[in-house]
């Protein structure tokens, strides 16, 4: 028998998948379900130019986003029918956040700015950092937190744009990083009482700082206004050589009625790049 001929056999044996099917590697795997809301980290993917990369998104089924990007960016996302799910800007740093009140002044007006460039252009939803403790206590940093977003998150609200903020562990990429448990997020969400501030659930990050996955995000859900994918260990592709199984994890994101989006942001080892990309979508494709 033909090689031909018996994948053919093996479709028909399986009930009639549909057109969208597609054979990556040893896997077959659905296209697009319409389930979840795909994006990508761009600086996953800063070696490849970025109209090469816009059109190997726009051969991704599903694909609609590159997040992470700048309001300089934003025009050619739209010109080729695609959508930032997350915007940011250079004034957005992980270590000197808003734990700190000596940075309020630095941030607040920019991050006005942004929500303003937000909102024209249709995004979503911009992203901000608690910063590291550098010996404060987690309370204090809170209060600080709360207090340096206030304004951010007001304008947001009449602005209709989300401010969100990501939790990242402080045991191997963001030594010291405050905002490296989801308690503490759910805490500052509550405090700050508003549908436009959540959290930014960073699945490789939690992983390595709390684990039980599945268990925490059906219990946090509605403070969560996004997900970011990853392998762990090794923040990679999303495959069998990784202890995190992403089909049920996002099974269980779909099943609290989440409807936002979900950003591939593993670090591609394979050497074709954007079939791992791919892969990466479809694997979270439930």
Same mark, same amino acid.
């Given at each position: 028998?033909?090689?031909?001929?018996?994948?053919?056999?093996?479709?028909?044996?399986?009930?009639?998948?549909?057109?969208?099917?597609?054979?990556?590697?040893?896997?077959?795997?659905?296209?697009?379900?319409?389930?979840?809301?795909?994006?990508?980290?761009?600086?996953?993917?800063?070696?490849?130019?970025?109209?090469?990369?816009?059109?190997?998104?726009?051969?991704?089924?599903?694909? +609609?986003?590159?997040?992470?990007?700048?309001?300089?960016?934003?025009?050619?996302?739209?010109?080729?029918?695609?959508?930032?799910?997350?915007?940011?800007?250079?004034?957005?740093?992980?270590?000197?956040?808003?734990?700190?009140?000596?940075?309020?002044? +630095?941030?607040?007006?920019?991050?006005?700015?942004?929500?303003?460039?937000?909102?024209?252009?249709?995004?979503?939803?911009?992203?901000?950092?608690?910063?590291?403790?550098?010996?404060?206590?987690?309370?204090?940093?809170?209060?600080?937190?709360?207090?340096?977003?206030?304004?951010?998150?007001?304008?947001? #609200?009449?602005?209709?744009?989300?401010?969100?903020? #990501?939790?990242?562990?402080?045991?191997?990429?963001?030594?010291?990083?405050?905002?490296?448990?989801?308690?503490?997020?759910?805490?500052?969400?509550? +405090?700050?009482?508003?549908?436009?501030?959540?959290?930014?659930?960073?699945?490789?990050?939690?992983?390595?700082?709390?684990?039980?996955?599945?268990?925490?995000?059906?219990?946090?859900?509605?403070?969560?206004?996004?997900?970011?994918?990853?392998?762990?260990?090794?923040?990679? #592709?999303?495959?069998?050589?990784?202890?995190?199984?992403?089909?049920?994890?996002?099974?269980?994101?779909? #099943?609290?009625?989440?409807?936002?989006?979900?950003?591939?942001?593993?670090?591609?080892?394979?050497?074709?790049?954007?079939?791992?990309?791919?892969?990466?979508?479809?694997?979270?494709?439930?």
């Amino acid at each position: 028998m033909k090689r031909r001929d018996a994948i053919n056999n093996m479709l028909i044996g399986m009930g009639g998948i549909s057109i969208g099917t597609q054979l990556l590697g040893n896997k077959t795997l659905a296209g697009h379900n319409g389930n979840v809301n795909h994006s990508v980290c761009r600086w996953c993917y800063g070696g490849i130019p970025w109209e090469e990369f816009i059109e190997g998104i726009k051969g991704i089924d599903g694909l +609609k986003s590159v997040e992470l990007t700048t309001v300089e960016e934003w025009p050619m996302l739209i010109k080729n029918g695609l959508t930032c799910a997350l915007g940011t800007g250079p004034f957005a740093n992980i270590v000197e956040g808003f734990n700190d009140p000596g940075n309020h002044d +630095k941030l607040i007006q920019p991050y006005l700015g942004l929500i303003d460039n937000a909102a024209e252009y249709g995004i979503p939803s911009i992203i901000v950092f608690s910063g590291n403790r550098n010996g404060m206590d987690d309370e204090t940093g809170l209060e600080n937190c709360a207090v340096g977003l206030e304004k951010v998150v007001r304008h947001a #609200e009449k602005k209709g744009v989300t401010v969100v903020m #990501e939790l990242l562990n402080s045991k191997v990429d963001h030594k010291d990083y405050m905002c490296d448990h989801t308690a503490w997020g759910v805490k500052l969400a509550e +405090k700050i009482g508003s549908d436009r501030f959540k959290l930014l659930y960073d699945i490789y990050h939690m992983q390595i700082m709390e684990g039980d996955v599945i268990r925490t995000i059906k219990d946090n859900h509605q403070y969560i206004a996004h997900y970011h994918t990853g392998g762990n260990p090794g923040r990679n #592709e999303i495959d069998e050589t990784q202890e995190l199984f992403y089909p049920a994890i996002m099974r269980a994101i779909v #099943e609290t009625g989440y409807d936002g989006w979900v950003a591939q942001e593993f670090i591609p080892t394979w050497d074709d790049k954007m079939k791992a990309l791919n892969h990466g979508v479809r694997t979270c494709d439930v």
